[in-house]
């Protein structure tokens, strides 16, 4: 790892740049990262192409009826399970092409010798760009972290923007509300949309 100290000019003489510096082009360097991001995410209906989540539930079991008796509990259906798949996140790389080195394009130094030298891509790298990716990494929500994306339970995150739309989630969590069921309900849809609790779902946010 080479993490080198970039000259700038103050009054026609050479300086090397301090940490508060260097950090101000790593943060720019995060910007220009927003201003197009390598890659895009988007929510689609079904069919994203980043694997799914399933979200799992019970559903009453079948009612029994007799003309020439009371069915027993052990001939009556059991509830079931009920997966849903969702499938709502598609991804897409955008085509960059890297910007070469010629020698002249980076930052120069001053190397172990006090003579002027100019980064190489490695140098660059791990002066400015490495540091730029641990902040987008950083799973923090501000704007250190442009360009990137995250899942919330809210539809509304400072700083963010909903991808969704519309409060759409790319994922529901839910399950039977039992308190619903009642005898004087039978016969019922075994898997009555009217009688699930939503726990928690969830958006995506840029």
């Known amino acids: ?55 799992t539930r019970k559903q009453a079991g079948s009612y029994s009826t007799s003309t020439t008796s009371f069915p027993s509990e052990a001939t009556t259906a059991e509830p079931s399970t009920v997966t849903i798949t969702y499938d709502k996140i598609s991804s897409a790389n955008a085509s960059i092409t890297p910007t070469a080195d ?7 130094y001053y190397n172990t010798s006090g003579q002027i030298q100019a980064m190489n891509l490695q140098d660059v790298k791990d002066t400015f760009l490495h540091p730029a990716i641990d ?9 250190a972290q442009a360009g990137t994306y995250h899942i919330s339970t809210s539809a509304s995150v400072a700083g963010s ?3 969704s739309g519309a409060s759409t989630p790319i994922f529901s969590d839910t399950r039977a509300d039992t308190s619903l ?21 969830i958006e995506l946010m840029a």
Request: aromatic share 6%; charged share 15%.
């Open 181 to 201: 069921y009642t005898a004087g309900g039978i016969p019922e849809t075994l898997d009555n949309q009217q009688q699930l609790q939503t726990i928690t779902y």
């Open 1 to 55: 790892m080479a993490v080198r100290k970039p000259l700038y000019v103050v009054s026609g003489n050479l300086r090397e740049m301090d940490t508060t510096m260097v950090d101000e082009i790593v943060a720019r360097t995060v910007y220009q990262y927003s201003l197009n991001p390598s890659v895009a995410l988007s929510v689609v209906a079904s069919g994203g192409n980043i694997g799914s989540i399933t979200d």
């Open 102 to 108: 010629t020698g002249k394009t980076w930052p120069v």
């Open 161 to 163: 923007t909903e991808v």
């Open 135 to 143: 902040l987008l990494a950083s799973g923090s929500v501000t704007s």
